[in-house]
């Protein structure tokens, strides 16, 4: 076969029958292949190679290379042909994604050398009872990384990948009897699918969330006046490696002319600064986004769109997307996101003009450069990093050299364990914790997502429905817990609807109709209409007070449906009663103004005092 189809590898495997093929005609079967600028394909990988090396396109664009091969001279060789098989009849039938089919590979290594162990010669002999021992070894290891017993995701994997096998191999010359007939690889892990889920990733703490942000706003700030010297340094450098033969000297030269003028110690503080630029604009964009960390290194120059609806102006974050095969998507940001991104784009230039450079100079050498190809895939990008072991080569960050970077981001701030995935969850909540007006830290970033903005998100056909669902997860989330926390009775409250609730704490009737407070919490939560005034709990679910809440708090005192918390509301009754004290003393408020004084102040000494905080003011009021 040519190495140059009119077709991709994946549309010619479409409609073969792998177990129609003779031998000769399989060893050719072209696996991969990569577009060519003339609209013809070029064949990377064939049936028969050693390695099959699968398409970029199959996978999130910051995967490095080494996880995308499949290097069958690392398993037993006798249980080559019957991997390759099964692997490309699972890849012609389901069509997976390049990171599925290498994880398949991946999680059947183990079985292949626990196999060729028993001396094994053909998955053709595979027993029940081999797969039976091969279950209880699992179980039995010890991770090398965690020093601990393999968890069930990871057992699961391994299960599920010789179900895939099996299913894959049957009706050749490589089947084998099913592994498990009367169960699953779910049920072997000690897993369950019905069993409730509970989110494993940290939410990163408000205090270190605070530290974190206002370092990286810092760094924001002050981009612009880095990346300009750093061009000016740049050239200069040039010019003075000509006249200098030390790297000390152009130090102290490029120090003395370019950075003492502009506040700097030296080359070695500013250059610290100027590498803290990316960091800190990807964890910007992390943060106020939600999006997971293949779709940041997606980013590309024109990464956003304005929408200016008159009255307000919606920011779209733009990027691709390969989690849920949603491909192009949006996400509604903050302003600060794109002046983020504005930085990133100054200080990715200088790495994207390198990078069309070098992909030039190979398309006038060959038009079919696979490595010009390739940078055809990523010369847009944001995030762009200098691969030091690929002679200073301009790539996209992989995962893995982004979690590191994140990593050591954090450790510098006194921050550990900073990773990528706990971004997307912390956005969650605090998108919940914005919705219920309990954000004590970057409120005036996330009060976009109140209903008109939750709306809007809704209704766009490009939107992440992912993130959309883990929003309304955490929302119910912080619902039930605040219900858990009324009907607890160390919860000190007050208002209309306090002494329903303490009665109903009492009562130990309605608790044993569930397992736990925390089900009734649950159960009762989606009865319970919820939403925050600021100064307390507003459970009413029509229209109440009309809103006069907002502009006079203390009416909240005097509702049958409000809910007030020392925890959360003290400080507010307490700030307002001290308030009226004052105006109290004032004599040209009028008579109407006097009696609104007199009011409010008795209705926040009787919370003060129902609350538990009266002694801490009483001395003021004498």
Sequence with gaps: MSQVMQISAIDYCRP??????????LQILPVSSYLLTDGTHHI????????WRLEDARFPSNTPDSKKKLRFNTIPKQFVEAVKFALKHYDIKQRPSGGTIFKLFKSLKPFWNYLDNINVQSTSNITPMHCANYV????????????????????????????????????TQWAFEHPWVESSAISLAGAHSQSKKTAKTQVIPDDELKKLINYCNKVLEQANELIQPQAEIELEREKLTEAINSQAGISTAITNHFLKPK???????????????PGAMAIIILTFSGIRIHELSAIQTDAYRVEDNKDEVYYWLKSHSSKTYEGYTEWLVPEIVIKAIEVQKAYVKPFQERLWQEQAERFAQDPHDSRGLKIENFKHHL??????????QINPLSHSAFDKRLKDFGNALGLKGLTAHRFRRTFAVYVAQSAYGDLRYLKQHFKHWGMDMTLLYAANKSQDEELYDEIAVQIKSFKVARVEEFLDEDTIITGGLANKLISYRSNNEPVKTFDSRAAMAERISD???LRSTGHSWCTSDNSGCGGRSVIEGTACVDCD???????RHGEYFNGIYIQQLELRQIDDIGEAGKQRVERDIERCERVLKDLGMWDEVKDFVS
């Design 136 to 171: 209880h070894q699992c179980k039995q290891e010890v991770s090398k990384q965690t020093k601990k017993p393999l968890s069930k995701s990871y057992l699961i994997h391994r299960f599920s990948a010789i179900e895939t096998l099996y299913h894959n191999l049957k009706a």
């Design 561 to 567: 449906e409000s809910i007030i918390e020392k925890k």
């Design 263 to 277: 506040g700097y110690s030296g080359l070695k503080e500013f250059s610290a600064l100027y590498r803290d630029i």
């Design 16 to 25: 073969q029958k792998l177990h129609e093929l003779e031998d000769s005609e």
């Design 44 to 51: 990377i990988s064939q049936y028969g190679d050693d390695t």
């Design 383 to 392: 995030f762009l990093t200098n691969s030091m072991k690929q002679g200073n």
């Design 527 to 529: 009865t319970v209409h």
